[in-house]
């Protein structure tokens, strides 16, 4: 499956953006999904993940009650809904998805990055003070 992230740009602090994750080749349906981050200087980092049928999502704490996750399969389209945004947000947003078939996806297995086998190419989000 090809990932395509887009939607990153540039926005004031408490402000809002929505990224898309585009999937092509294969229906995301039979994935489960992340979105991670990485700021300048910095180690990628998992941000939320939502599975195959959104029953579970997980979300890193210093994004939680701010961010939102969601898919919607028949678009074939994960997003991320981020409000109150933050100067520490500004980073590169990747999307992420891996093999849903006996995938019991916890936030433990969703913040590992080796158990995503295909990944987007990156939006900049860039958040000014």
């Known amino acids: 499956v090809q990932l395509q992230a887009s939607g990153g740009g540039l926005v004031q602090a408490g402000g809002s953006l929505r990224l898309s994750c585009a999937a092509s080749g294969r229906t995301i349906s039979g994935y489960n999904m992340a979105w991670f981050r990485q700021a300048p200087g910095k180690e990628r980092e998992f941000v939320a993940g939502?599975?195959?049928?959104?029953?579970?999502?997980y979300y890193a704490d210093s994004v939680k009650n701010r961010f939102t996750i969601s898919r919607d399969n028949a678009k074939n389209t994960v997003y991320l809904q981020m409000n109150s945004l933050k100067p520490e947000d500004t980073a590169v947003y990747y999307c992420?998805?891996?093999?849903?078939?006996?995938?019991?996806?916890?936030?433990?297995?969703?913040?590992?990055?080796?158990?995503?086998?295909?990944w987007g190419q990156g939006t900049l989000v860039t958040v000014s003070s």
């Open positions: 939502v599975t195959w049928s959104a029953a579970a999502i």
């Open positions: 992420a998805a891996r093999y849903r078939a006996g995938d019991l996806y916890s936030y433990i297995r969703a913040a590992q990055q080796d158990g995503y086998a295909y």
